[in-house]
């Protein structure tokens, strides 16, 4: 768990000071990021999550519960945002500090950016089955829904506005409402090294 929220403050850092990080600005990150909060509680929820379900009920995990009880409620309202203990979280992954995140899908890959008003969970109706699954340096946009058993491979771009029921291919991209696959062999590392959300159309014309 350590390691995971030493490499999240760094990859904060990197997004909000480029090429000025030093350890002062990774301590100060923590007080200024109602994103990387939400991400710290989830990164111990989890861990409770899964100590939990490998050894049962011990004194230790009552402990825990009852402080993440006490202390969940006040992060979410503060911070606008509720991600799933169960989620699977790579390290280097930026949730917005914009908030208004409901994120329950199978797992996110590390190096993603999930930018605010965004939704990944199961399809209405499906009683909590068929989560998605999100890969590696994926970047998607402010105000998407994103349900259902469907997989983000790696690199794939989800556009803002977007509403995705489908598998996206890796270093694709999808936009739209429905989403469709507007275009593939995208390179989205320079999206992922900045907290913009203006997508320059030309950058998605085929070269």
């Known amino acids: ?66 402080a993440l009880a006490l202390v969940r409620r006040p992060i979410v309202l503060i911070t606008k945002s509720d991600v799933s203990e169960s989620v699977g979280i790579g390290r280097g992954t930026y949730l917005s500090d914009h908030g208004f995140l409901t994120l329950t899908p199978k797992s996110i890959g590390s190096g993603t950016l999930i930018h605010e008003r965004v939704s990944v969970g199961a399809r209405a109706g499906s009683g909590g089955r068929g989560r998605p699954t999100i890969g590696e340096n994926v970047w998607i946009g402010p105000d998407c829904v994103i349900y259902g058993e469907v997989s983000l491979g790696d690199g794939a771009t989800v556009l ?22 507007v275009r593939r062999g995208f390179d989205n590392s320079p999206l992922r090294r900045t907290l913009a959300t203006d997508i320059d159309p030309k950058s998605l014309a085929a070269k």
Not at 15 to 34: H, M, N
């Open 160 to 181: 803002p506005g977007s509403v995705v029921s489908m598998n996206v291919p890796a270093g694709a991209v999808a936009g739209g409402n429905p989403a469709i696959i």
């Open 1 to 66: 768990m350590w390691p995971e929220l030493a490499a999240d403050a760094r990859f904060y850092c990197a997004l909000r000071w480029p090429g000025r990080q030093r350890s002062l600005r990774r301590a100060l990150v923590w007080f200024r990021s109602p994103g990387l909060m939400v991400l710290a509680l989830q990164r111990v929820s989890h861990s409770y999550w899964a100590r939990r379900a490998s050894g049962g009920w011990t004194a230790r995990t009552i402990a825990v519960r009852i």
